[in-house]
T-cell receptor
């Protein structure tokens, strides 16, 4: 998937436990994003980053935090997982923040999280 | 509120047949519209991108159309193959805004 690796690909955890998902890119793109995908919904933006240590909230950021200490890594943390956070999480990257023309939003393969 | 509605939610077609997927949007001001294909268990992959001035764009057996006046787009799949079985997602960008509006997708199943 175009130089994007997500880990773990599958995780089952219990309510109240912390969870961290990792996104690693080899494209040296400035922008990185975390989305969640749920049945019947379009992809929804959780958080995004526009550079090392520069992050901002998306439309569904409650209960999630992110960190980006290196260009290539973007971490998504659920401090205390809840059943409503059961979802498939996708990391994406882009060269610039305006998605147009040749600036494609490229996605990872996804991380399926189940919170029991 | 910017919205993207796709129809149908799902469809089943026989191998070799054609099908058309619809996307209606209310995103304004419009910048571009992109169709993505998402195979089961994989991330979405871009198929086509269309800007305001483009009416039709093809990528192999996939042809996208755009009517910016009525804010509608369609994705036509010609001579479907089993490998076309996937979810197709319509994504719309607003001019000057980093945020994207995603449709919920249309799941296409091609049967032999």
């Amino acid at each position: 998937d175009a130089g994007i690796t997500q880990s773990p690909r599958h995780k089952v955890t219990e309510t109240g436990t912390p969870v961290t998902l990792r996104c690693h890119q080899t494209e040296n793109h400035r922008y990185m994003y975390w989305y969640r995908q749920d049945p019947g919904h379009g992809l929804r933006l959780i958080h995004y980053s526009y550079g090392v240590k520069d992050t901002d909230k998306g439309e569904v950021s409650d209960g999630y935090s992110v960190s980006r200490s290196k260009t290539e890594d973007f971490l998504l943390t659920l401090e205390s997982a809840t059943s409503s956070q059961t979802s498939v999480y996708f990391c994406a990257i882009s060269e610039s923040g305006t998605i147009s023309g040749a600036n494609v939003l490229t996605f990872g393969a996804g991380s399926r999280l189940t919170v029991l | 509120k910017n919205q993207v509605e796709q129809s149908p939610q799902s469809l089943i077609i026989l191998e070799g047949k054609n099908c058309t997927l619809q996307c209606n949007y209310t995103v304004s001001p419009f910048s571009n519209l992109r169709w993505y294909k998402q195979d089961t268990g994989r991330g979405p992959v871009s198929l086509t991108i269309m800007t305001f001035s483009e009416n039709t764009k093809s990528n192999g057996r996939y042809t996208a159309t755009l009517d910016a006046d009525t804010k509608q787009s369609s994705l036509h799949i010609t001579a479907s193959q089993l490998s076309d079985s996937a979810s197709y997602i319509c994504v719309v960008s607003a001019r000057g805004d980093y945020k994207l509006s995603f449709g919920a997708g249309t799941t296409v199943t091609v049967r032999a």
